[in-house]
């Protein structure tokens, strides 16, 4: 995370919490730009055969899974629920190291998809000044609810009705926070939305690519809009370090509205809609993908309606042979839309856990073992993820890299791997360098009947967290 130069008024107790219990469950650059690992970083899931699946059953679209390779980004994991948190935390902790943002003043934020403090559902603001009336009293009744004094809006009550009249929740949202003495992230206008994503999400993915044995420079980027800062932030990292234009951006079609993105018509005038870094721009039909969505969500999938979206664009690109190799960006998860959906989602205990989680159901893991395909544990390495587990040494079990290259790859146990597993059948805790390798192996073994569960961020954030080298806690496998 880039810093600020600290203001001398600063609210450092607000820091302090800020920092506690917002940054450090959040994707950030541990122990500032020296080291660049991503803590807490979100899963990265390899989804080429679910995606395969789902073109064959309801798109009659056959897809060739060993020469497609399609990984979901799951922001919609992260802590808060959506991608919408990274440039948040980057704004409002800047916010508070340079005085703007103090204990007991109030956020005020345009969405991308509508205004935090929104009107009514099914509420759709035009140009007819009744409907901005309409609008006005029920952000004049949500500000009463939030406690603050309704008397300084109705003082404002002319610029406030004539912002929504002009759908403008943008400038209502600066109007609010200038009139009651808060704060307006502007995450419209705010380069730190962009910096989150080029300086954290995109390093991010690159290291979990790294940790498949892949390369960014090799993958395209799908990507939705909604604010921009998501598709400018990767494409600037993209195109610094490997000279390429991978990021793909895509709209739904002018006439629908998908939850928290925009289409291309309202996108264009934003300051970082910016289609000159991006690889290609596409409006897809909402409508097909909404076929996508319900597949995934049928089998347990966290994907919401712009992942979806931005999912179907990558199966289409596939079948008309415009890539093979792509990183979808799942901006946020499923359950706010279940109830359009109606289908009978699985539910079942995550495939992943943080070290907390872990930590507090030790005894419920008959085994922890270590699974990647290129590392393995040193003897602090070993020590160093028991002390974090609060398990014995001799719990942690190292399988070979080449099992678990076996077992990714046929999606068979191998026997070396099954020898490790618990023999009375309890979970199994999987740890690998940053949770990617681990979490597909979870998937892998659940597919086979095993329930297994990957430590989210593997030991690359435990040696964040405890200040300690990767190189001291890992080596390359030899065998």
Known sequence: MQHSSFSRQFDKDLLGKFDSEILNRTPHVAG?????????????????????ECAKAEYGIRIDSKRVRVFG???????????KVRPAVEIVRDAIITGKLRSGQKIFEATSGNFGICPAPGLKIDQNLVVAKAAAA?????????GLDTSVLDKNRGDVEALLAKQDVISLAK????IYNGFCPEQYDNELNVR??????????????KAHGYSLGDFRIITAFGTGGTSAGLAKYAQAKYGQKPVHVVFPLANQDVAGIRTRDKAVGLRFYQP????????????????????????????????????????QMINYGAGSNFVVMIADGLQKYLADLEVPVETSDSLEVNVQEANSKQQGYGEVLWTHAMFVPREEGVKLVAEALGCDEDKVKVATARDV???????????????????????????CMAGGTSLR????????????????????NLSQTNNRQPEDLVQVATE
């Open 32 to 52: 500032g730009d020296k080291t660049g690992v991503v803590a807490n970083p979100t899963p990265l899931v390899d989804l080429t055969d679910a995606l395969s």
């Open 73 to 83: 980004k799951l922001d919609s994991q992260i802590f808060g629920g959506s991608v």
């Open 138 to 146: 029920n952000v004049r009744e949500q500000l009463a609810q939030l």
């Open 175 to 178: 109007l609010l926070a200038k």
């Open 196 to 209: 989150s994503h080029e300086t954290t999400t995109a390093p991010e993915i690159d290291q979990q690519l």
């Open 276 to 315: 000159e870094l991006y690889g290609g721009e596409h409006e897809v039909d909402f409508e097909a993908a909404r076929r996508l969505l319900r597949f995934f969500a049928g089998r347990g999938y966290g994907i919401g309606e712009s992942g979806a979206l931005a999912l179907y664009s990558a199966l």
């Open 405 to 431: 290259q076996s077992l990714i790859t046929t999606e068979r146990i191998p026997a070396g791997i099954n020898a490790l597993l618990p023999k009375d059948k309890s979970k199994t805790l999987l740890v």
């Open 441 to 460: 192996v979870a998937e892998v073994l659940a597919k086979n009947g095993v329930v297994a569960q990957s430590l989210t961020g593997g030991i690359m």
